[in-house]
T-cell receptor
Framework: GNSVTQMEGPVTLSEEAFLTINCTYTATGYPSLFWYVQYPGEGLQLLLKATKADDKGSNKGFEATYRKETTSFHLEKGSVQVSDSAVYFCALKGWGGQAGTALIFGKGTTLSVSS | DTAVSQTPKYLVTQMGNDKSIKCEQNLGHDTMYWYKQDSKKFLKIMFSYNNKELIINETVPNRFSPKSPDKAHLNLHINSLELGDSAVYFC?????????????FGPGTRLTVT
């Protein structure tokens, strides 16, 4: 079945450091891929998305490229800020699913940025 | 205006009680979901509804019963609460059809069973 594997956290960085959070997936066909962010005490917000190979999603300085050859969707940011401290989830929606098909989430990676 | 709202935000109750969590979306979406987030932050689908019809019913105890009175609302009723039900429950919605089917999440309901 479909699955998502994320790097284990927590990730601790200093402000302005470069961020990479690895995400790989297993799926048939052409799934859609997402990164969601959960700030402390809040719900999940969609950070970025990609629907086909070589698509690059980007938002708020974060980027991720859909790599079908390596089945990866790694999240990157060139210079993190304290306000980026949160839990980041990689997620997948299976290709061709009926309405109501759920997202499959990775286990989440906690990012802590210090000034 | 809040897109996906849930009430209550916090719910503390004793084992054996029955409780409900309500969810409403004002996005005009046809599909709604309930996810459970455990203490390790892992998120897992519980149910999904499309136009008030149950689509997904994962391996969830029968004590959990979703109800969708209309496509803007999806409530979750839990009978005979157990300690292991303590978690954060998230409601979400999406619009099926051509596109990415991205899901919009509510703020969550933190359920604590004592």
């Amino acid at each position: 079945g479909n699955s998502v594997t994320q790097m284990e956290g927590p990730v601790t960085l200093s402000e302005e450091a470069f961020l990479t959070i690895n995400c790989t997936y297993t799926a048939t066909g052409y799934p859609s891929l997402f990164w969601y962010v959960q700030y402390p005490g809040e719900g999940l917000q969609l950070l970025l998305k990609a629907t086909k190979a070589d698509d690059k999603g980007s938002n708020k300085g974060f980027e991720a490229t859909y790599r079908k050859e390596t089945t990866s969707f790694h999240l990157e940011k060139g210079s993190v800020q304290v306000s980026d401290s949160a839990v980041y989830f990689c997620a997948l929606k299976g290709w061709g699913g009926q309405a109501g098909t759920a997202l499959i989430f990775g286990k989440g990676t906690t990012l802590s940025v210090s000034s | 205006d809040t897109a996906v709202s849930q009430t209550p935000k916090y719910l503390v109750t004793q084992m054996g009680n029955d409780k409900s969590i309500k969810c409403e979306q004002n996005l005009g979406h046809d599909t709604m979901y309930w996810y459970k987030q455990d203490s390790k932050k892992f998120l897992k689908i519980m149910f999904s509804y499309n136009n008030k019809e149950l689509i997904i019913n994962e391996t969830v105890p029968n004590r959990f019963s979703p109800k969708s009175p209309d496509k803007a609302h999806l409530n979750l009723h839990i009978n005979s609460l157990e300690l292991g039900d303590s978690a954060v429950y998230f409601c979400a919605s999406s619009q099926p059809g051509q596109g990415i089917y991205e899901q919009y999440f509510g703020p969550g309901t933190r359920l604590t069973v004592t």
